[in-house]
């Protein structure tokens, strides 16, 4: 998209939440469709459910990206055209509040895992469909207790991709730090 098309106009902060959040809810939906128009195909082809792993994780990081890319974009213009202050915690703003409905179903899985909660982890893979894949590949029961507790630490690691991703592209984008001209021309 030119620069010509991103608005000046300084966003509402609860309005760049709720995209955010919308984000994570688009993601999710897609993923689902991908999942379950894959899933005896899935169980049946280890190779496949690593595509399908793949193809889930770039579409829920390629949305993240998009968001964060377009709202440093955003951000940028509105300090330089209008004189506006520069919010340095607007990244880690950004990155706890887009994935939040990831970060407490996580806190209720591992209260699951702890047994304080019932076994909850097929409605955590429902609405985190883009971890489904992922958690295939480990495991063929969808219980709790087929979870190992370095499967947790891989969940909760693929979970922190989210805000990873969100900090980094708005930090790059913001500071024009293009990485294609770094990897490939060493410039």
Known sequence: ??????????ENFAERCAKGIGYWFLGNFMCFFICTATAIIMR???IFRMF???CT???T????FNWAHYAAKRDKN???FHNSEYDKYMPVKMAVTAPIFSYIMLICLYLSKLNVLPDIFNYYLMLNMWLRPFVTMFTGNITITSVSWLGMAGITLLVLIQPATIVITYVLTYNDVDI????????
């Open 52 to 54: 399908i792993a793949l």
């Open 44 to 46: 049946q082809l280890l």
């Open 57 to 59: 994780l770039i579409i």
């Open 78 to 80: 509105v300090v330089k």
């Open 180 to 187: 294609k001209k770094i990897v490939f021309y060493k410039k």
């Open 1 to 10: 998209m030119s620069e010509r098309f991103i608005s000046n106009k300084k």
């Open 61 to 64: 990081m390629g949305l993240y």
